[in-house]
């Protein structure tokens, strides 16, 4: 039996409008949960119960969000049954609801999540395969469509490997279901397709990775007609558009060049633009927790944006480590037609202690 309890506190101030969901939690239970478990370690089950993390894969659906002020959590139960080289989760799972105060987070009513997956692992090539189910249930579902009752059912794949100079992670998936609004039922049809490579230079003493990411996914082609083509990233964390996190997964296409550089012990420098267009001119764009942020019906533009970006992280030791992000976003023909269209900044940086 493991009890296993974190504490959380995310503070912000200054920004317009006022604090996101993902910005301000003063002092909060992020996990509190215990595990049951049963069986040797390479052959065992966990039945794990109360406030925990989750994340899935490259947390292109499923994440803890990793670089938001307030990281997310979930209320619920999740199976873990792990042999030599498989491991099973199913879970059902309420979103943690982010409240303003101290100690006062609870389910969130509005949204709920179950699913199952297997992954097999294959340790002479670093990596697997994946398969899993994910079913969603949000009261409250808004897209350029409409808003209204959405019943998500998402199936997906995802390999992945690392070899001494090659590495890749490939993910796929498709969504089925139906959005109930007011008027009409829609049938959600919905797709994605992500991928993440890269080739290393061993033989120069910086290590020089190249590395190209793109993304794309699907977007609604009728505002007007009974299907729901906007892909729903779930609960993903920054991994579409990195930490900065202006623009969210769906009706998206990415396109991100980089490269990676080891010029000192301990440094690890990343450098690279990331390209967005709109997969669907007739679909607006979202943020990150798929809310609308401009809709589609203003503009045919397709070009969304670049973001150019460098990140510097130092292992200073083993307990110690600093980050250095620094990125703008040059704003394309679809956010100047559809103003406002300004230039952003960002310069993120932090120190993490860990024992």
Excluded: C
Aim: glycine fraction near 10%; charge should be positive; avoid cysteine.
């Amino acid at each position: 039996i493991r009890v296993f309890t974190q504490l959380q506190s995310g503070i912000e101030n200054g920004r317009n409008g006022g604090p996101r969901l993902t910005d301000d939690d003063r002092l909060e239970l992020h996990q509190a949960f215990v595990d049951f478990k049963f069986g040797q370690e390479n052959n065992s089950v966990i039945l794990r119960l109360g406030r925990h993390e989750m994340d899935l894969g490259a947390g292109r659906l499923i994440s803890s969000g990793e670089g938001l002020n307030v990281k997310r959590s979930f209320d619920g139960a999740r199976l873990i049954w792990k042999t030599r080289r498989w491991t099973t989760n199913a879970q059902l799972d309420k979103l943690t609801s982010v409240k303003v105060g101290l100690f006062n987070d609870v389910p969130n009513q509005e949204l709920t999540y179950w699913g199952i997956g297997t992954t097999r692992m294959r340790p002479k090539r670093h990596g697997g395969e994946s398969v899993f189910y994910i079913g969603l249930d949000r009261k409250r579902g808004i897209f350029d469509q409409g808003a209204g009752r959405e019943i998500r059912q998402t199936f997906g794949f995802r390999s992945f490997s690392q070899y001494s100079q090659f590495d890749y992670n490939l993910d796929a998936f498709l969504q089925l279901g139906r959005f109930h609004t007011l008027n009409r039922t829609s049938n959600i049809r919905a797709w994605a397709f992500s991928s993440d490579a890269g080739y290393v230079l061993n033989h120069s003493h910086i290590k020089p990775r190249l590395g190209l990411r793109a993304d794309i996914t699907s977007g609604d082609r009728n505002p007007n007609d009974d299907v729901l083509q906007t892909f729903n990233p779930l609960l993903p964390g920054t991994t579409y558009s990195d930490t900065i996190g202006l623009i969210g997964a769906p009706n998206s296409i990415g396109f991100f060049p980089n490269l990676r550089l080891l010029p000192l012990r301990g440094i690890t420098t990343t450098f690279g633009p990331a390209f967005f267009w709109r997969e669907s001119t007739r679909d607006g764009i979202y943020s990150i927790n798929v809310a609308p942020l401009r809709t589609g019906q203003l503009s045919t533009a397709r070009y969304v944006g670049v973001q150019p970006s460098a990140r510097v992280d130092w292992l200073i030791q083993r307990h110690w480590s600093y980050t250095l992000i620094v990125s703008g976003f040059g704003t394309g023909g679809f956010l100047k037609e559809t103003p406002p269209g300004k230039a952003t900044s960002y310069v993120t940086t932090w120190v993490t202690f860990k024992f």
